[in-house]
């Protein structure tokens, strides 16, 4: 196979011993795994030990883009970091835009594998063949921001695109993110913490090269019809440029699914005041694009005028009054409904604040709403927080967010994630989330689909796994009801294979509010000229998805781990909508596991693994 | 009187983001929105201008206190004085097998 | 030299940043996807929630033509762009330090200079665009451009001010 849409190498680099080396991809990965988050996690599989600790030196980081990534596909910026997540203990596949992957792939490379640690802070420096690892020591403490700003300077390559960690990285707050291009980031399970024990701050790169497509006129013909449905279809060719993910927050909460004060409630009064309606009204300067990207969901906003001076912070960033952005649904969900808090411009600063600083809004804002169910509980006094910390107060969300990246005061217990700090005072109970991670904007008992796939993503609570409010809530492509579990596990496992294959293609997973993998599948057809039906992708899928999972058992997180917090499955919601309503986790389960082929154990059988090819 | 919550790109075309309209049943409350918000408004409901309420546009979502007509009577559940409907527009067409 | 009988026109205000224009152009020029190679290139200022989009507009004074020495550029008699003749162009760079806007470009692979040559009159950026900031039309530079630099002192005073 002559790689197109592939570049067909993978940059190996030692941070230990300082070897770079390249290596061709493995031609029968590529066409299985297909790419990104596919071919990564083979690699993770081949060369790391499901037991290792997550922020030592023998566990593996990788970067991976798919053979679309920095193609004219729409939606082609995505690149997937791979590795064991700390926060988790599970293989974990963080997934970012913006244009670090295209870049990546510009210089010549697929994947990039990451071993070892640097015994001094370091950077690396890629430009196209030139690859070389620089000292960081005069970027170590720097934020996101300042880190790529000064590479560039450095460089003299003001173009290249740098992808970097923050404090909370370097202080390995377990939920620490990798940013790129100042907005995007990797953001989830810790993979910033694991970057930060290798004692690397940044990745820059400048590629000058080019993708190349094995068969143009295909490729050509089938993208415009992939553009032409995007644009017809309301939600990615009005919706999404119009609020961006955002526009989900009153919807969510007219249907009384909006997790509010840590889960004790199911809507939040004042959902609007941080609804994507009201951030177009007031605070809006743009929508902007990833790379490639013909939806352009992306915020640019601004914080409003009395903001400004509101809440003084610490850290970054030099102006408030320059454009930021964000903030996603989700991240306005955790800094705001979770946490009680009703303020724009203080979830626009928090928000700003996790870019910089380099960590996981999700997880943060749910582990300060665990916090300040503790405080409200009286576990937590003033003299131990530092502060009064009742639901609602947007002050001490704020200082709590930069004392948690740099592990100052009680941030060195937020830097934990809210289930080790429950466990540590007593009360593992007001943990809201599966295998370690915090859970995103849907309450599981409002929507049972999201229960299940909460309960079975393989990186902990997740709603990109399995996005099954696309058709509990969305009703795409056909309406199901939320509250009904009947056909929950199948609709689950079709949402996770088919997140999962597009995951690994290298577009962005907002392309299948518009398109399926059947129109997909054409357009990796014409780039990689490996023939791909869509029942080929979502097998893919399928085999990467039970990759993951082998590796996960192996590493002791089983199925014993598919289970919610109590809360969940006891405490009905106390009003609204779907008052009443607990997840029925219990009855999904079983059929789940049937529908996936797997023993009533939750365990892949022999026949499943080998009718993948993975056995 | 049934309050209505209009999210989203609908609230330009309907001219705000809460109605009180008088109706005793969804198929009522469209007829009337659509009288006092123009012709245009058909368009946005209907899949056929005039196909009325029994052709609801597919991007048209309507709830009611919170739960889909879809898994209620259709347009032709019943409002009383208290209850909350919500429409908005979220017609994407993707996902598994669509 | 003759005028353009139309032209790039660019509205940075619809631009979103996603340089699908660059990888139309690249595909045209090379038959890659290669931003590099692209003669129309989108400029991201962040902080000024800015994106701006450039490329040669056909400027009837063509700096760029009466710097070179050889003779290397030339006027397209259908479209009226600019047009390097790359048998003619011996790479000196001269045209590069003459245009005033730089839009014009020195290709380090070929040692030619790359400018746009509106895709003899069917430009790939501008179906490539999904939101129309770049469209192509008969026009006049000198007139258009006077809307643009007042558009982009409308974006940066909005910048400096900090208002939306």
Known sequence: MSFHGWTGVVLRVNLTGGKIQRETLNEDWARDFVGGRGVAARILVDEVDPNVDALSPENTLIFATGPLTGTNASCGARYMVVTKGPLTGAMTTSNSGGRWGPEFKFAGYDVLVLEGRSEKPVYLWIFDDRVELRSAEHLWGLGVFETEDTIKRDTGISDCSVAAIGQAGENRVLYAAIVNDKFRAAGRSGVGAVMGSKNLKAIAVRGTGGVSIARPREMMEAQWRMKAKLTEAPLTSEGLPAYGTLALMNVINEHGALPTRNFKEAQFEKAEDISGEELAATRLATNKACFACTIACGRVSRISEEGVGRYAMHTSPRNWRHATEGPEFENAWSLGADCGIGDLDAILKANHICNDLGMDPISLGATIAAAMEFYEDGVLTDDQVGMSLRFGDAAAMLALCEQTAFRRGFGDELAEGSKRMGEKFGRPDVFMGVKGQEFPAYDPRAIQGMGLGYATSNRGACHLRAYTVSAEVVGIPEPMDPRATEGKAELTKAFQDVSTAVDASGLCLFLTFGITVGDIAPILSAATGVDTSEDDLVKAGERIWNLERVWNMKAGIDASEDKLPRRMLEDGIPAGPAAGQVSRLGEMLPEYYRVRGWTPDGRPSQEKLEELGIG | MPEVRVLGGLRARMGGAQIEVPARGVRQLLERLIEGGGPGLAAVFYAEPDGGPDTLHEDLRVLVNGRSIVFLDGVDTPLSESDTVTLHLAGARGYPGG | ?164
């Open chain 3, 1 to 164: 030299m003759s005028g353009p009988t139309a032209a790039l026109q660019i509205h940075p205000d619809k631009c979103t940043g996603c340089r699908q224009c660059e990888l139309a152009c690249s595909w045209v020029q090379v038959g890659r996807f290669q931003p590099s190679k692209s003669v129309i290139r989108v400029h991201i200022f962040d902080e000024q929630a800015s994106f701006a989009p450039y490329a040669c507009f056909q400027c009837s004074e063509a700096w760029c033509m009466q710097a070179c020495p050889v003779n290397a550029i030339d006027v397209d008699e259908n479209t009226g762009a600019k047009i390097v003749i790359d048998d003619a162009c011996v790479g000196c760079k001269l045209c590069v330090i003459a245009c005033p806007f730089g839009t014009i470009f020195f290709d380090k692979q070929s040692e030619k200079a790359a400018k746009c040559d509106l895709c003899a009159g069917e430009p790939a950026c501008v179906s490539a665009c999904p939101t129309q900031a770049i469209e192509y039309k008969p026009v006049d530079p000198g007139a258009w451009l006077t809307g643009f630099g007042n558009q982009v002192d409308q974006f940066y005073r909005k910048a400096v001010e900090g208002k939306s």
